[in-house]
């Protein structure tokens, strides 16, 4: 025990080395005893607070396997998660998150992992599973921590899966539901974007100036600004090459 003891000492004085030192001497001596799962876990912390990832992911993984019924098993596995993460291995990364969703249903830990679940399969250009996943946690959190970034996210995806008006429609959801998020000055701004570039132009107007009314200090109210002086001298643009397009096309001959 008194290996377990004192690597969790180290650990909590953020002493890592000497904690990896104590564990994997305890672990070594007594790899059957009752501290071995703790041992186990204070190593491949340690590790992974040494940013040897590559390390803390296979000490972690063995963990996960040899001590199933450990109390700190979630842990275990969320760490192996953020250590393929960390070493961009997205889809590895993204099975280890959704592990810890399917075996600890009502942990705490569910909303993050679900979250990371799915940006990692964004990473990984996974792109169905990754909007799966970001509306789940929508329909299951939707006033959790975690509800805006995946809104933002998924409507992202969205334009990556090119379904363009569902994603401008998921920038519009979020600004509505989620108005206090630093999301939603730059949804808004993503909503004008997209109807400027496809000529749409009084609805792009129409957009910038609702981020102007809404976010005034916002980094994108600036340009929003600067884009409603330049959408104006389109439309007036727009308005004339439709009427002179109406004039060309009638019929004066009587």
């Not at 596995?77 to 960390?86: E, R, S, T, V």
């Amino acid at each position: 025990r008194a290996y377990s003891v004192l690597a969790s000492a180290e650990l909590q004085r953020q002493q890592y080395e000497p904690a990896l030192a104590a564990a994997s001497k305890g672990l070594e001596q007594y790899p059957r005893s009752g501290e071995s799962p703790s041992l186990a876990f204070a190593i491949g912390l340690s590790q992974y607070f040494l940013n040897a990832y590559p390390a803390a992911a296979a000490s972690f993984e063995r963990y996960v396997e040899r001590f199933p019924a450990d109390a700190r098993l979630v842990e275990g596995m969320y760490y192996a998660g953020q250590c393929w993460q960390i070493l961009g291995k997205y889809q590895v990364a993204a099975e280890r998150f959704l592990r810890v969703v399917h075996t600890f249903p009502r942990s705490a830990y569910v909303p993050e992992a679900l979250f990371l679940a799915a940006e990692n399969l964004y990473n990984g250009y996974q792109f169905e599973q990754a909007l799966q996943t970001y509306n789940r946690i929508l329909e299951e959190f939707p006033t959790g921590e975690y509800a805006d970034d995946a809104a933002y996210s998924s409507a992202w995806t969205l334009f990556e899966l090119k379904r363009m008006d569902e994603g401008v429609a998921r920038m519009e959801l979020l600004v509505q539901r989620y108005p206090e998020s630093t999301h939603a000055p730059k949804a808004q701004f993503t909503v004008g974007d997209y109807y400027y570039n496809i000529r749409e132009y009084q609805k792009g107007k129409d957009a910038y100036a609702a981020l102007v009314t809404r976010f005034p200090g916002s980094a994108e109210a600036p340009r929003a600004r600067a884009l409603i002086v330049e959408l104006d001298e389109q439309i007036a643009n727009q308005i004339y090459e439709e009427a002179v397009a109406l004039y060309q096309a009638q019929d004066f001959r009587g």
